[in-house]
């Protein structure tokens, strides 16, 4: 990962814009890439989280100084949130279509979110760079998705299609949506949920 940020640098129009697309971009498929163990494994980035210095010699330099925490970070978060799926807001997909000429990525439509508000907080809202499960069954503990005969697969949320939501003056999350994944699905329609 840190070789690759720092190749970012060379070329490009000076404008950064580019390099940070390519960094999110970079930075999504990697978590996408991870299979559970790798997000209950406390240790995967124990050694290259370092100190963070004062000040910087480039902007790699700066840059490269975050990646690591931030993927630790990233990873404990997700590991929080597997511990309670259960809690976690779902819906039934009700449609799941591959973009033409985007390669691994998906048009979503699900149903209603269900079980959107937890803990007093405002309720769930489906938002560009959400990580969602995907799978077959609505899980209610990790093992649920370790079992030999069930899929899953992680996806960032590119972006919310939420016309619906805004003609009825209605406040709630979006139905329609569009993903990434970082492998090819091919799932049954009848039995696919979002975690």
Known sequence: MRRRIQESGNGGSGSGTGRRSWLKDDFTDLVLSW????????????????????S????????GSYVFPLLEETRAELASALETVYKAPFAEVTSFNELKGDKLQYHVKVDHWRNRKSDGKEPYRTLPGDVVLLSDLKPETVCDLQRVDRTFTFASVTN????????????????????????????????????
């Open 35 to 54: 299979s559970l163990k790798e997000i209950f494994d406390e240790n995967l980035y124990k050694y290259q989280v370092g100190e963070i210095p004062q």
């Open 160 to 195: 919310t299609v939420d016309d619906e939501t805004r003609e009825s003056g209605d406040n709630c999350t979006p139905s329609n949506f569009k993903v990434k994944t970082e492998k090819p699905l091919k799932l049954e329609m009848d039995s696919m949920s979002f975690s």
């Open 56 to 63: 910087f010699e480039s902007v790699d330099q700066y840059l």
